[in-house]
Nanobody, 124 residues
Framework: QVQLVESGGGLVQAGGSLRLSCAAS????????MGWFRQASGKEREFVSS????????YYADSVLGRFTVARDNAKNTVYLQMNSLKPEDTAVYYC?????????????????WGQGTQVTVSS
């Protein structure tokens, strides 16, 4: 059974930084791409970033490009999302997601495994 557990969310002022972590278990972590998605109150869940199985290829939503950085440590079965220059519009529940392939990108349907989410709130 695949399990994904996010941590690192919280309340931060605009311009600040947070680092989210996602610990994975239940399958061979290094074989699969991982993604981050977010869902603001009253809105649909949206793609934030993804990283390929070995970490060589990353993708970002235009809204976070240049501010967020995704990384993974396959030895620790963990994926990270470093979020800098945070804006109030980044406020959302952030979800870690496990892909069904090694190179999945931004299609939410490619991610069958999900964590419980962690709240990120950015105050103005």
């Amino acid at each position: 059974q695949v399990q994904l557990v996010e941590s690192g969310g919280g309340l931060v002022q605009a311009g600040g930084s947070l680092r989210l972590s996602c610990a994975a278990s239940g399958r061979t972590f290094s074989n699969y791409a991982m993604g981050w998605f977010r869902q603001a109150s009253g809105k649909e869940r949206e793609f934030v970033s993804s990283i390929s199985w070995g970490g060589a290829t990353t993708y970002y939503a235009d809204s976070v490009l240049g501010r967020f950085t995704v990384a993974r440590d396959n030895a620790k079965n963990t994926v990270y999302l470093q979020m800098n220059s945070l804006k109030p519009e980044d406020t959302a529940v952030y979800y870690c997601a496990g892909a069904r392939s090694s190179t999945s990108r931004n299609n939410i349907r490619d991610y069958p495994y999900w964590g419980q989410g962690t709240q990120v709130t950015v105050s103005s």
